[in-house]
């Protein structure tokens, strides 16, 4: 290739991956970038860390109808593959599947020399940007770039322009047994009856009530309040009475600071209790590990 290939450092953070990717979050109505080049469809392969998982057919129909017409307005952005003649997709995936709906033998690329962080990094802004994500893929995302590149919640969140209470909130949901993540990227549960089930240790069943009585967020907000409803225990000696305000507010800033289930349980009529850090992963025992090492050893926090 002739073209000498464009490099955008992480010097200033994201702001520099945004100029080559700030066309595709403004959508169709922006004027077309100029493409690099054309590339035969079979010569680009998906990026294996791309946060979109799920790809709805009727939304590909819908943009490969708008292809056959218009063609491919906004140019894909790829890198290329060492050693081959390929090129990676690192924004515009959605469009390559429906172009090959369409019959297209070649879509306009832009083509960049990202690296693997940059590449992700750029993914997962132009699907968050375009709201295209559901929360547990925006979560992942997230979490992605705190365990593989070293990012802390306070880095993401400068760096994408969300709060930091947007991304701990996300990271908590990912805490959510396998069945009910799959419900909410489904959209059978919203981001709030999920929020609303995180404290709760029979989540699956108190899912499946909420999804076969079309519960609103806050019924099922209530439903997880329930006296009757089966809770841990809440200490020890096995009380059984609801946990205070305070309680669980900590234990929803420990859980984010740290993207795992914590449970705090007070013995009755008395200042001791026990800590309970649940972990689902061994690279979050890892995590914690690392965690707890670094603390001070005289006490103080």
């Known amino acids: ?16 991956l945004m100029a080559d990717i700030q066309v595709e979050v403004d959508g169709p109505s922006s004027s077309p ?7 035969p469809v079979e010569k680009l392969v998906p990026n294996p860390d791309q946060p979109r998982r799920d790809f709805p057919a009727e939304s590909l129909e819908d943009l490969a109808a708008s292809i056959r017409q218009k063609g491919v307005i906004q140019p894909l952005i790829v890198r290329p593959v060492p050693n081959s003649d390929r090129f990676e997709i690192v924004a ?17 690329v832009l083509v960049r020399d990202f690296d693997d962080t940059e590449v992700l990094e ?11 994500l559901n929360a547990v893929e925006e979560a992942m995302g997230y979490r992605a770039l705190m365990d593989r590149f070293g990012h802390t919640q306070e880095k993401v969140a ?11 909130n996300l990271l908590r949901l990912l805490q959510l047994p396998d069945d009910v993540q799959l419900w909410l990227r489904e ?3 919203t981001a709030g009856h999920a929020r609303a089930l995180i404290t709760s240790p029979n989540a699956s069943d108190l899912a499946r009530q909420v999804i076969s009585r079309n519960l609103s967020v806050r019924d099922t907000e209530r439903l997880v309040k329930k006296p009757d409803a089966p809770r841990k225990a809440s200490g020890p000696r096995g009380g059984a009475g609801e946990k205070d305000a305070d309680t ?3 234990e929803a800033d420990l859980a984010a600071n740290l993207g795992m289930g914590v449970s705090i349980d007070h013995e009755p009529g ?4 026990r800590l309970t850090i649940r972990y689902n992963t061994l690279d979050d025992l890892d995590t914690l590990c690392r965690v707890l090492s670094v603390m001070p050893r005289d006490g103080s926090i």
């Open 33 to 39: 970038r100029r493409a690099d080049m054309v590339v």
């Open 1 to 16: 290739m002739e073209k000498k290939l464009e490099r955008r450092g992480l010097g200033r953070g994201l702001s520099a």
């Open 122 to 132: 750029v993914a997962i802004i132009e699907n968050i940007q375009r709201a295209d």
């Open 248 to 250: 669980r507010a900590l």
């Open 158 to 168: 400068e760096a994408l322009s969300k709060s930091r209470s947007h991304i701990a």
């Open 187 to 189: 959209g059978k549960l």
């Open 270 to 273: 008395g200042e001791r209790g």
């Open 92 to 108: 515009g995936e959605r469009r390559w599947r429906a172009s090959q709906l369409a019959q297209l033998h070649e879509v306009p």
